[in-house]
């Protein structure tokens, strides 16, 4: 479960900007949209909304990357290769700065905060605290080569210091030498999942492999029946990439390292139901995901696989985009998933959004609502609709988005004066 994430001097973010799941002192939604994990209140769900290049897909970049480098940074295959992390490149004042990654969380041996700072060469500090109750327990501090490690509490790190390249995390090198607290956390770290909401295919190998089972296809069946997507059946097949498969002119080298990698091919084909002259049943018609279904469709059935896994194993869920080439209802339908009876295990989803009719009282509380907003001077900053005073939780969220009352929308000239001659 995620509690808060903080990142500075990333991409548009020259500040620090605080994404926090706990739920505020509003009472709204209390029983469908949040939850209780010991003494902390926290939300199920949240949106973020702002213009376009406002900085919300920046955001979830961010946690993306820190994902990327707590899972990899210790790998081989990482030595000699920069960090790929790009700073806030619009002020004089971040230059040579680090940039700052920072989760608070909990997994399954507590709670912890974990954060560490990067520049493109090494990390420059990295720290781990456990949380048990209210006070911080420090496991580890780190400061460019000089580790305080706390051998009572962390002692898996003892003697991995001199094992810790510059450019790699010291809880990565921990995981990797089978530290039971950094393995847990490496395993909170890979449950969150990531998917781009224009990328129609991404995880749909998450949905083919749950067709196997008769269960999970059942509740995959139940749900594409409410999305009145006219489709009576699924056919996947997931195998491995051959050399066969590879086109004959990739280089050797080339096809030898997709192969490495274990490169799956992910085929489905949709059964529709075909009529005859009178329009009854005649037999089935076959379709190929890829040539002859929409986009939406295809969006939608790559989906359902890891939105169902992300339920049903209380994961965390971050789409960029999730109503793209969705319909409104359709996104609805989502977002109530992980509001609803079916969300057993704590489910989180973290998403950008335009659908500013998902901007609904009886969908969301003030605290889920995020908007991004850029400064004259190219900055993010990232705040909540329950940090805006005079919002009461009776408003019309979605009409006073587009009036502007919460900002994160843009301001548009009027085109019809474009490109038009001066008149005389």
């Known amino acids: 479960m995620l509690i808060e994430f903080n990142a500075a001097n990333v991409l548009s973010f020259k500040h620090k900007a605080t994404l926090s799941m706990v739920a505020s002192s509003d009472d709204s939604l209390n029983d469908s949209n949040t939850f209780s994990e010991g003494n902390l209140k926290l939300l199920r769900s949240a949106v973020i909304y702002g213009a376009n290049a406002s900085g919300k897909s920046n955001l979830l970049s961010a946690m993306h990357f820190m994902r990327h480098m707590v899972i990899n940074s210790s790998k081989d295959t990482q030595a000699d290769e920069e960090i790929d992390i790009d700073s806030f490149k619009l002020s004089s004042e971040c230059e040579g700065k680090p940039s700052l990654f920072e989760a608070i969380f909990i997994c399954s041996s507590g709670k912890y905060r974990y954060g560490f700072e990067v520049d493109r060469q090494k990390v420059l500090s990295e720290w781990l605290f456990h949380i048990p109750k209210t006070r911080e327990a420090e496991l580890f501090v780190r400061e460019g080569n000089s580790f305080k490690v706390n051998n009572l509490r962390f002692k898996e790190g003892k003697d991995l210091e001199e094992k810790t390249r510059d450019n790699a995390l010291f809880l990565s090198v921990c995981a990797q030498f089978n530290g039971k607290v950094s ?133 965390i869920l971050v789409i960029d985009e999730l109503d793209a080439r969705l319909h409104p209802l359709l996104t609805r339908s989502i977002v109530s998933l992980f509001h609803s009876p079916a969300n057993r295990s704590k489910a989180q989803i973290i998403f950008a959004s335009h659908d500013t009719g998902l901007l609904d009282k009886e969908l969301f509380r003030r605290d889920q609502i995020w908007f991004t907003e850029k400064d004259r001077y190219g900055a993010t900053s990232l705040y909540s609709m329950i940090e805006l005073k005079g919002v009461r939780k009776e408003a019309s969220f979605g009409k006073d988005y587009i009036l502007g009352k919460f900002g994160g929308i843009p301001f548009i000239g009027d085109p019809s004066w474009l490109f038009c001659e001066a008149i005389q």
Do not use: C
Request: aromatic residues 6%; hydrophobic residues 35%; glycine residues 8%.
């Open 183 to 315: 393995k847990d956390i490496l395993t909170w770290f890979r449950n969150f999942r990531f998917i781009h909401g224009i990328n129609e295919s991404g995880p749909l190998g998450s949905t083919v492999d749950m067709l196997k089972e008769p269960e999970q296809k059942k509740r995959i069946m139940a749900l594409i029946s409410i999305a009145d997507l006219g489709i009576d059946d699924l056919r996947g097949k997931k195998e491995k990439i051959t050399l066969e498969k590879l086109p004959k002119d990739m280089p050797d080298e080339l096809k030898k390292e997709l192969i490495a990698t274990g490169l799956m091919e992910v085929e489905m084909k949709t059964v529709h139901r075909k009529y005859g002259a009178k329009n009854e049943e005649v037999g089935d018609a076959i379709f190929d995901l890829d040539e002859d279904e929409s986009a939406g469709t295809r969006k939608y059935l790559s989906m359902v696989g890891a939105i169902l896994d992300t339920l049903d194993k209380g994961r």
